[in-house]
């Protein structure tokens, strides 16, 4: 089924491992986008990518970091986990940065960090 | 802190009644968005509302918003138990990156 394709679902990780989320996207968008979900907090938005090559911080970009590998491709990168990065990761795309058409949202990622 | 919140927090109805939920948003927008998310799943694009619109409809949705209120509401007519989900919304402030709400949870039984 087209679009956007998260893995892994589930990951528990130690304080101080890192690892490496990955999105796929096969709706030809232009922009792409990381979320997190916390209890009470709404989705905040880490890091996005309005069109490869191109990425940016958002509200929340300290203790990660991205790449945009093709323009299918977006991942987020925790180089040393910490127990406060434990939430829900969500990645979006839409056809551009403002896209009236809305974001599609992958099914995302349950990370614990411990 | 969240551009948009909404109210109420929970909701709790019985199915074939109507849901509405509302937003309201601190600074001006250039269009605002409605998302649901089902338990563990991902959030799903409902409908778009831009600032030069009063109303819009789709299916059993109905989406207003009143810019001198800073406000938007969604209703959802005749709910069913399928309707049970997250809803948020999503305000577009001009950077083009929409700021999203904590939401509102809405059971409805059958």
């Known amino acids: 089924n087209a679009g956007v394709t998260q893995t892994p679902k589930f990951q528990v990780l130690k304080t101080g491992q890192s690892m490496t989320l990955q999105c796929a996207q096969d709706?030809?968008?232009?922009?792409m986008y990381w979320y997190r979900q916390d209890p009470g907090m709404g989705l905040r938005l880490i890091y996005y990518s309005a069109s490869e090559g191109t990425t940016d911080k958002g509200e929340v970009p300290n203790g990660y970091n991205v790449s945009r590998l093709n323009k299918r491709e977006f991942s987020l990168r925790l180089e040393s986990a910490a127990p406060s990065q434990t939430s829900v990761y969500f990645c979006?795309?839409?056809?551009?940065?403002?896209?009236?058409?809305?974001?599609?949202f992958g099914s995302g990622t349950r990370l614990t960090v411990v | 802190s969240q551009q948009g919140e909404e109210d109420p927090q929970a909701l709790s109805i019985q199915e074939g009644e109507n849901a509405t939920m509302n937003c309201s948003y601190k600074?001006?927008?250039?269009?605002l968005q409605w998302y649901r998310q089902n338990s563990g799943r991902g959030l799903v694009h409902l409908i778009l509302i831009r600032s030069n619109e009063r109303e819009k409809h789709s299916g059993r949705l109905r989406v207003t918003l009143d810019t001198s209120k800073k406000s938007s509401s969604l209703l959802i007519t005749a709910s069913r138990a399928a309707d049970t989900a997250s809803y948020f919304c999503a305000t577009d402030t001009g950077s083009y990156i929409p700021t999203f709400g904590r939401g509102t949870s809405l059971i409805v039984h059958p």
């Open positions: 600074t001006s927008i250039n269009n």
């Open positions: 709706m030809n968008h232009n922009s």
């Open positions: 979006a795309s839409s056809e551009k940065t403002g896209a009236l058409g809305g974001y599609t």
